[in-house]
């Protein structure tokens, strides 16, 4: 079935959008009605587009009321579930703000940090992205608002929790950074999270959006890296912040660990340096997998006591 926007109009049909906040739920959760709270009072937001990828029933209703109701909001429906990249560019096709804001539906940002994210990158070069800082319900910042480049290496040291032993060898540094002191100020950053970004939607559209070859986990990685790769900067902003739940969605562990397996296969293999890589790659293939789920399995178990 084709997507099917129902599409308001905003307050002033003849100003551009200055943001435009991109909100992909599926199977979401309380959080979903936290997250759009924070982004209704946003100063800098001018416009939510809400991608349903197959809610149930009751929520899919709710939200239609929800743009019956409110002339800022854009909802996509009727597509199913086809996966965080494609439901992201299909936010991108519709919106019409200079900056496209990604949200996950379980962050809840704190005010301002949308104005703060379009300031840290003005004078970036361009293709750019920003990244927020995610914290939990304590303030301590969460895993992947900052990382560094993925190699089949550091993704083998982070599933075996070797990082630790970063203090005796740099060999095991950990990818994601952050235990690091927090910065002062913005700083380049190779990866940020695709939970809160933002970019400009022209950089979007010519570095091709996100890949949607990933169904969900890895797309945020991946266009981090081609930015860079063209020249851009990727930048992280932390004073944008947003309060991340994390692990809302009742989507089966086995299932996103299943997706997030395939996407690192998919990256390793799309920026593997030579037909040998390539083919190390496929034989690492199952050994990724299978890591990756006895992880999921192990956390699962933790979860239920």
Known sequence: MEPKAQRSRTADASAPARVSAI???YHTGDSLELCLRSLFSEPWVDEVILVDNGNPA????????????????TLIQGQGNVGFARACNLGAELA??????????????????????VEAGRRARSPWIVGGRLVDKRGREQRGARRELLTP?????????????????????????????????????????????????????????????YFLHVEDIDICRRVGE???????????????????????????EGHKARGLVRYFEKFAASPAERAAIKLLSPVIGAMLMARGFLRA?????
């Open 301 to 305: 178990l933790v979860r239920r006591r």
């Open 23 to 25: 909100v992909v739920t």
């Open 153 to 213: 290496w550091t993704a083998l040291v982070g599933m075996l929790g070797l990082g630790s032993l970063e203090i005796v060898s740099p060999v095991f540094r950990d990818v994601h950074r952050e235990r690091d002191p927090k910065p002062d100020t913005v700083v380049p950053m190779p990866v940020v999270s695709g939970a809160l970004m933002l970019m400009p939607r022209a950089d979007f559209v010519s570095i091709g959006g996100f890949d949607e070859g």
């Open 96 to 117: 019409t703000g200079r900056h496209l804001l990604f949200v996950n539906p379980d962050a809840v940002l704190q005010r301002g940090a949308a104005e703060r994210m």
């Open 58 to 73: 009751p929520v899919s209703s709710s939200l239609r009321a929800l743009q019956a109701d409110r002339r800022d909001v």
């Open 230 to 256: 063209a020249g851009g900067a990727v930048l992280f902003e932390p004073g944008a912040e947003a309060l991340h739940f994390g692990a809302t969605s009742r989507a089966s562990w086995s299932k996103v």
